[in-house]
């Protein structure tokens, strides 16, 4: 369900453009092991959608022909694909920054024991969902026993070096509201995150990413069934900040669906608004740019398709992949 769609039309956010292209985020497929109640993406273990070996290989012929600095891998939960570690030990022969949305429960899945070791062989860049620092918080909005699992996985993570003083393994952690709420400054929650979890557990981390939670799928079918949708669109838009519009993540990445198809950010493509094939056609039904067409196509200059949910990237300090823009 896009429960954003009836708001995209006649959107005042502002135009924008990209700039030169450094990160192919790609979603590897929709199939988790959690169904998390913020997850724009409504994946789950029931879903069946995921990238076959053909956009596999073409993932890795535009890391190599466009020089592509970073790969960002997302999903669903992306370890769940079959060539997730093909993939990212290509990449790695490549010299490309590998990033890896993990959700930290399947370090602990049965066959999955070992991944959080091949992770660490190669060197790959782990982003880690942790919503909260307790138990509560957790669990409620990611489902009863994901708290003291990610807390298992975070420690098997350290225990390789991640997120440790003078490491180069790194390890982020990221922050999502429990509600229609915009999230806290990232700076002073980072720092109550690295308190906590190290009294508590000893844990350790690099840095805290707080994202805004995009009303899409769904977070946004949530919203609609409380009737808080309208409010939190507005409280979105009324915390707009331009300064943010020079950090966005779609000036310089491209999101690549599934089935191989970009768009401007993973936002977009749960929304079913394509990178278009033409500046001119913003609204054609066309499915877009595709894989195989990147290799010969110049995206830079070209015009991002905005709607209203964009006003989620730059409420109060922004949001990207990367956390918040800046300092609030």
């Not at 949305?101 to 070791?117: F, K, Q, V």
């Not at 409280?235 to 599934?258: E, K, P």
């Not at 094939?277 to 905005?306: N, Q, W």
């Amino acid at each position: 369900m896009h429960a954003t769609l009836p708001l995209l039309k006649d959107t005042d956010f502002p135009r924008i453009k990209r700039d030169a292209l450094t990160t192919l985020q790609v979603n590897l497929g929709y199939r988790c092991n959690q169904s998390c109640v913020h997850c724009h993406v409504n994946a789950g273990p029931n879903r069946t959608e995921m990238m076959d070996e053909a956009n596999i290989d073409l993932v890795l012929q535009v890391l190599k022909d466009r020089k592509i600095e970073v790969l960002d891998l997302t999903g669903g939960a992306p370890e769940l694909h079959v060539s997730f570690r093909r993939l990212v030990i290509a990449a790695r022969a490549m010299g490309v920054r590998v990033i890896d949305r993990c959700n930290l429960t399947i370090l602990l899945e049965p066959g999955y024991e070992d991944l959080a070791e091949f992770l660490a062989e190669q060197s790959v860049e782990v982003i880690a969902s942790m919503p909260c620092y307790s138990l509560e918080n957790v669990d409620k909005q990611r489902g009863q026993g994901v708290f003291d699992k990610s807390i298992t996985g975070l420690k098997r993570l350290n225990a390789l070096g991640y997120g440790q003083h003078g490491s180069s393994l790194v390890l982020n952690l990221v922050y999502n509201p429990q509600g229609p709420s915009l999230p806290p400054e990232q700076g002073a929650l980072q720092s109550d995150y690295k308190r906590e979890l190290a009294k508590h557990f000893g844990i350790v981390f690099n840095e805290l990413y707080a994202l805004t939670n995009m009303p899409i799928q769904r977070f946004g079918s949530m919203l609609i069934s409380k009737g808080t949708f309208k409010g939190y669109m507005e409280l979105l838009r009324n915390s707009y900040q331009q300064a943010n519009l020079a950090g966005v993540m779609c000036r310089s990445l491209v999101s690549v669906d599934w089935e191989g198809y970009l768009y401007d950010c993973d936002f977009n493509q749960q929304l079913a608004l394509p990178l278009p094939r033409t500046i001119e056609k913003i609204a054609d039904l066309d499915r877009g740019l595709h894989l195989k067409d990147l290799m010969g196509v110049d995206i830079a200059g070209r015009s991002i398709v905005v709607a209203d949910h964009c006003y989620g990237c730059t409420a109060g300090q922004g949001s990207s992949c990367g956390g918040a823009l800046k300092e609030s």
